[in-house]
C-alpha cells in the first residue's frame, strides 16, 4: 500500500527548522499550548492528533470494547478509553464540509473519488469490464430567475450590452467588470428588482423531486429508443449514475452525474446502446422533465419548474473510442472536489444574495402556514419549528427549516445502488486495514497481502470476531483553547505534504 512505503524524506515541511504554521493565535490559545507543554500532555495530543488525522472536532467517548471470538464467544482482546493518550477515546466527526472540518472533509473527497472512480473502472469487487461501457458526464443546471453577475472565461467582461438596454425598473443590466471568483458581486443580481428569489427558492426546494424524475424519464425515453416497454427496459440494460449537487455563485445547485450503461446482466456487461444515443436521450429528457410546484398561499401562482437549458452532455466514453477531452479519472476528482462544498456562505464575507434567498424561504414558509389557527405560520421560520398535523402535511412546511441550506434539502452526492462501492463499504475496508497492520505489528508478523483487498471489501458475514462495547458521549471538540489550533495547523500541513508528494510523483522520471 502507498501508505506504508511513503517516506518524507526531502520534504521541506518536516524539518524541526520548519515549526507550524501558528498565526493569530488568541491569548487563550497560546495560554492552552503552553500549559500543554507544562503539564507534558503535549506528546499525548499530538499522538490523539495523529490518530483522528488532525480534526477539527473530534467526538469524545468514555467506554470500552471488547472483541469477542464469534465461535468461541471467547474475549480476545479489550479497548479501554482510559489506557488512550488523553484518557478518552477521540473519534473523528467526519464531516464532509472543507469549511467545517478541513482534515476529515478530505477523507470524504477521497473517498468519494474512489466511489466515483470505481464505476468507471472497476476493482473492489466492481468487474474490471465496467471500463469498457459508455459513460457520459452530465451537468444539469438551474434556470435563470433573473440577470446575476459572473466570472466568464477568457478576457469577457461580465455583461457585455448595448448601453441602451435598461429594465424596466430604469436599472442598465450591463456590467463591464472582470469579476474574480472571490468577488462578493458574482452571483448577486444585476437589478435586485429582476430577480425572483422566491422562485429561486421554490426552485431549489424541489430540485430533488426534479432529479429523480429525470431518472424515471430518462429510462422511458431509453426504453422508446429501443421500442420496448418501460418495464421490459430491465432486460435491455441498466442505467447506474453517480451524482453530486454543487452550489453555483447565485445559491443555486447544479447537479453533475457521471451515467453508465450497462448490459442486462448488471455491471460491466455490454450495452446494447452506444454512448451516442444515451447522450441524446439525456438532452431530451432533460429537456422534457417538468414539476408543477403548487402555489405558497391565494396570492402566489403555480410554478411549473424545469432544468435550465444549459444542460451540459460529454461522452467520457463510448464502449473503446474516447473523447479524449476529459478522462474518467478527471470527472471523478472533479465530483469528489465539489462534494465537500458548503452552500457558499463564508460568515466572514457573507454576500447579501444568499441572505436574500435565505430570507426568501423562511417568508415562503411562513406564508404557506400563514393561515393556520394555532400560530404555524409565526414559527415556520424556526430551526424546528412545532407545527399541527395540517401545517406538516404542506409542501413548504419545512422550507424555513432548510433555509441556512438555501432551501436544498437533497444529499450532496448520490449513486444508484449498483454503480459502484459504498462509502460505507470503503469505511469499513480502512478499519479492517488498520486492524490487520496492528495485527501484524503486535504479532511481529509481515502483512500477508495475499487476496487482501477481497478480504478488506468482503461483506460483514464473513467477520469470525464481533466487537462489543459500551460508550458514553463526552462531548466533541477539543478540551483546551488552542488544541484546534494545533490541529488545523497540522491537517493544513498534511495538506502541503500530501500536495508535495503529488508534485513528486508527476516529475519522477520513469523507471
Ligand atoms: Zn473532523
Ligand atoms: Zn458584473
Ligand atoms: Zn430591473
Ligand atoms: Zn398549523
Known amino acids: 500500500m502507498d501508505t506504508a512505503t511513503a517516506t518524507t524524506e526531502g520534504f521541506w515541511g518536516h524539518s524541526p527548522d520548519v515549526p507550524l504554521d501558528l498565526v493569530d493565535l488568541t491569548g487563550t490559545q497560546a495560554a492552552g499550548i503552553l500549559g500543554r507543554l507544562a503539564d507534558r500532555s503535549m506528546p ?12 477539527a472536532h473530534p467526538v469524545r467517548l468514555v467506554g470500552r470494547s471488547d472483541t469477542v471470538d464469534a465461535r468461541t464467544g471467547e474475549i480476545v482482546a479489550t479497548f479501554r478509553s482510559a489506557d488512550q493518550p488523553l484518557g478518552m477515546l477521540y473519534k473523528p466527526c467526519g464531516n464532509r464540509r472543507q469549511d467545517v472540518c478541513p482534515a476529515c472533509s478530505r477523507i470524504y473527497a477521497r473517498d468519494t473519488f474512489e466511489l466515483i472512480a470505481t464505476g468507471t473502472r472497476g476493482g473492489k469487487g466492481v468487474p474490471d469490464t465496467v471500463a469498457t461501457n459508455p459513460l457520459l458526464f452530465v451537468t444539469l443546471t438551474a434556470p435563470s430567475f433573473g440577470p446575476v453577475h459572473s466570472v466568464r472565461d477568457g478576457k469577457q467582461p461580465c455583461r457585455p450590452r448595448a448601453k441602451t438596454t435598461v429594465c424596466e425598473h430604469g436599472r442598465r443590466l450591463t456590467c463591464w467588470a472582470h469579476h474574480d471568483p472571490s468577488d462578493v458581486e458574482v452571483g448577486a443580481p444585476v437589478c435586485p428588482d429582476c430577480y425572483d428569489p422566491d422562485s429561486a427558492a421554490v426552485w431549489q426546494w424541489f430540485a430533488p423531486e426534479l432529479w429523480r424524475r429525470f431518472t424515471i424519464t430518462l429510462r422511458r425515453h ?29 445559491g443555486l445547485v447544479h447537479f453533475h452525474a457521471l451515467i453508465r450503461l450497462d448490459g442486462p446482466d448488471g455491471p460491466g456487461t455490454p450495452s446494447p446502446v452506444p454512448a451516442a444515443v444515451l447522450a441524446d436521450v439525456v438532452r431530451d429528457a432533460a429537456a422534457a422533465v417538468h414539476y ?61 444574495h444568499l441572505t436574500a434567498l435565505t430570507s426568501a424561504c423562511r417568508d415562503l414558509a411562513s406564508r404557506a402556514l400563514a393561515r393556520c389557527d394555532f400560530g404555524c405560520g409565526e414559527r415556520a421560520a424556526e430551526r424546528h419549528p412545532a407545527l399541527c398535523g395540517d401545517c406538516q402535511a404542506s409542501p413548504y412546511a419545512l422550507l424555513g427549516h432548510w433555509a441556512p441550506m438555501l432551501g436544498f434539502r437533497g444529499h450532496f452526492s448520490t449513486k444508484s445502488r449498483r454503480y459502484s ?57 477539543w478540551p483546551h483553547a488552542g488544541d484546534k489550533a494545533l490541529a488545523d495547523a497540522a491537517a493544513s500541513r498534511a495538506r502541503e505534504y500530501a500536495k508535495w508528494r503529488a508534485d513528486q510523483r508527476a516529475h519522477r522520471p520513469a523507471r
Do not use: I
Open 292 to 352: 408543477t410546484a403548487e402555489p405558497v398561499d391565494a396570492d402566489d401562482v403555480a410554478r411549473v419548474l424545469r432544468f435550465g437549458a444549459q444542460t451540459d452532455v460529454r461522452v467520457v466514453r463510448d464502449t473503446s473510442v474516447t473523447d479524449g477531452a476529459v478522462t474518467a479519472e478527471q470527472v471523478a476528482a472533479y465530483l469528489a472536489k465539489y462534494s465537500t462544498k458548503a452552500a457558499g456562505f463564508d460568515p466572514a464575507r457573507p454576500r447579501r
Open 222 to 250: 431509453l426504453a422508446a429508443a429501443l421500442d420496448v416497454t418501460a418495464s421490459a427496459l430491465r432486460d435491455h440494460l441498466r442505467l447506474e449514475y453517480a451524482k453530486v449537487a454543487e452550489f453555483q455563485a447565485r
Open 421 to 477: 462501492v459504498t462509502l460505507g463499504a470503503l469505511r469499513r475496508a480502512r478499519r479492517r486495514f488498520q486492524r490487520l497492520t496492528a495485527d501484524a505489528r503486535r504479532n511481529g508478523q509481515p502483512l500477508d497481502t495475499r487476496d487482501l483487498e477481497a478480504r478488506l471489501m468482503a461483506d460483514d458475514d464473513a467477520e469470525t470476531t464481533l466487537v462489543v462495547g459500551s460508550w458514553t458521549y463526552e462531548g466533541t471538540g
Open 44 to 55: 499525548a495530543l499530538a499522538e490523539t492528533l495523529a490518530r483522528v488525522g488532525n480534526c
